[in-house]
């Protein structure tokens, strides 16, 4: 193991480590544009030119291996003179025009010019002119030639990660662009990523644009409920205008690293289903289509569970739900009141799956829901609602599922027919909930704390990002109001609590704390 | 003197093999299969103090001998005759009048490096000598000099003609590997070096086609002869092409350290219409420029290297007292800028900044800060780069502004110099 000096810090890093990576561990960061992890290193934007003691030129940190006895210095006037000139070159035909650009806030040219740049421009003559400036390059990303850098991070992303080769420069020397390969589109199912890896102005989101200055979001981590993989998010919201009724408060999902997960990726499918949290949202309690209390609805649902025996309960839960609002749905429902038509697994077909990050399971937490009710019950969600079809349920408590989609409407007819009180809970509006007799609205993953477990059974945190909408409330809270009312005080305070006791009542996730699982999540016990 | 890389150039239809061979052509190949073994070979050459021709001087045999014996990928030999350099216009004469001096040197080096597939590069524009070379790889096959089993022995080797498609970056070796492998001619991060790891990520060796062509020569006559035709550590002759405001421009075989001075006012007949002499790029576009005071030079890689410039490709650049520097300077940064190729930011946008700002200074539009700025501007391009390119951008220009600085101020000053007004405007 090759030790090394990096600015005066003495630090041992395994043989093929580059400085870049070394100085890293030692909480230097050095500037970069084309270096990207995920990536393979290309070297072209000369921006982490760094000194070495004994080498006559500069070199390149994102290159160079580290050696025995290297001495590096990131900050000596040598270095600092370089990343000025590098800075001054990458801005000959930049347009600087922040003013109107999306990225302005987030970008790197801005960020280094701050911090290196020299501010008096030496540039008198006319500026290249490169062709696209704001021109569609696919569905979801927008190109501007004359803020692109060519650092090619978004070519090798397409090249090296995605595989489907739409981006390429084209053209030599300061004419060079950026642009889609003649016939093609940036059109596959990870194309958002671009953005993200995309250093400066030039590939901007269409979805984003405009929308709000990155300075007025709030980031809260989070996890992306759209399939099993439970790729880790961050919650973009908009946190300097309150809400008013029709704005939506999420801007946009971003990836979040996780190397044994998503690394820096995100589906598109993922990075834009977000408006899910603001649209179409249930936000108050409903009897027979009339808007209710909370407290006449609660009292509604646990005089139907009192009046009805036990084993004419069905309950109809969900793999969209986080490991605490499953477990207090056992608490409840199996462990208290004894009801054993309790399942969650509907009759769901799989959707588009791939080997990358895509799961044909688009649920969040189908490993959670099997930890935590499967092992009790006999029966999947399918065969209790054929019971409700032969009319032997007298109460069937659905959350989220729209079974019309699921089952087809002539069997939710007959359900309808035969079940007395249909109690739906779920966050947004689908064709099944009009036909329930209660409603209960409850809160999104970005309005809760929880927990989901991925396809590795891998347990992850969410964070609650902003309060529920309306009158909405977290699963568990809404299961804990009906425990209270049916004169159980089952204790079920917060996600935190209910996390806690679930340690010891299910073997699987024994010994895991919140804090525990931090940011990188936490693989369940075997 | 005895020429080497020339020797046939006089004789008619040099090109052919039937008159290749009756001038000794193929008995160093032959002594090399028959009687050498491939480290004797490599003895020979690092002997003979052959350096690499292209331009940078690196020793041959040396460079042969970085190939690794225990690696068991095939191993390449890349002929680099790309000829990209402007004033330089060697390879094409001898790809065109003895092809099979070049075959015959890349029988010998493929021998030595133990390889069976040679590719030769050659720039785009020059059909005629990819025609001539195209058909003697015929003649040799027919002949059974290429192929399986060549001249009896159980050595194989085929050659493969590769056209350029007109980039003066493919002649930088690992663009060139690069464009070989039908990839965009961008040079690649160095280590590893192509003799680790070159054409398709094999070792690899990559040749000038004049480097090349010393060698048969080298192995019939022995190192000894090489070596002492030309200076110490610089063996033997190379082709100086002369061009410019001289009265014979042309090639001229000549040993390594003959004086400038000779070449150009003995050799190339003097200056054109008895004007007199303003400087001189000795070595191809890249080498900065020398001044008349140092004509007595002596043209090898180590003199040169001295005075401060450089070698290069051997192509003299002759420019008399009606040149206005400030234009050529300006020729020469369109010219960097043009062919960039746009992989590293400070040559990519440096060059065609450079270049603009030249161009207004022609133009009589510079101020005097542009001036003040410029060798800064150019300064900050060479070393930064992955390739050579941005050093000779930072070589070139800064010899002209450093020598001719009074030039530059006379047309900031007074907007021309009193010599532009026969230079045509150039396009763009």
Redesign the interface.
Known sequence: MPKLTIDGKEIEVPAGTTIIQAAEKLGINIPRYCYHPALP?S?????C?VEVEKQP??QIAC?TPVAEGMVVKTTSQKTLD?RK??L???L??HPVDCPVCDQAGECKLQDYYMEHGQYNS?????K?KKHKKAVSIGPTVMLDQERC??CTRCVRYTDSITKTNELG?F??????ELDVVPGMQLDNKYSGNVVDICPVGALTDKDFRFKCRVWYLGQTKSVCPGCSMGCNSEIHWDKQRPRVEKTARVMRLKPRLNPEVNNYWLCDEGRYSYKSIDENRVLYPQMNNELVSWEKAIDAVASAIKNSPASKVGIISSAQLTNEDLYAVRKLFKDTLKISNVDFQVAQKPGYSDDFLIKADKNPNTAGAKLILQSLSGQDATQILEKAKRGEIEVLYVFGHDLIALYGKPMVMEIVKHVKTIIWQGTTVNETCSYAHIILPSAVYAEKDGTFTNVQKRVQRIWQAFLPLAEAKADWNILNMIAKKLGHDLKMESSEGLFCEMTSAVPAFSEMTYEKIGEQGMIVKS | MQKVTTRNFDTPNSFRIDTYIKNQGYEAARKALTQMTPAQVIDEVKNANLRGLGGAGFATGMKWSFIPKDNPKPKYLVVNGDEGEPGTFKDKYILELDPHALIEGMIITCYAIGSHKGYVYIRGEYLKSIERLRSAIQEAHQKGFLGKGIMGTSFDLEIVVHQGAGAYICGEETALLESLEGKKGFPRLKPPFPAVVGLFGCPTVINNVETLACVGPIILKGAQWYAQLGCEKNGGNRIFCVSGHVNKPGIYELPNGTTLREIIYQHAGGILNGRQLKAVIPGGISAPLLTPDQLDVKMDFDSLKAAGTMAGSGGIIVMDDSTCMVWAAMIAARFYAHESCGQCSPCREGSGWVYRNIKRIYHGEGRPVDLKNLPGIVGNIGGNTICAFGDAVTMCISSYVQKFRHEFEAHVNEEKCGLCSKHQEVAN
Request: net charge positive; hydrophobic share 45%; aromatic share 6%.
């Open positions: 290193v070297g072209n934007c000369r921006i030119l030129k500069l290159y370089t000139t590098v001054e070159f990458l000959v035909n030496r540039l008198v003559d006319v290249v850098i060519l420069v053209n030599r020397g300061d004419h060079s």
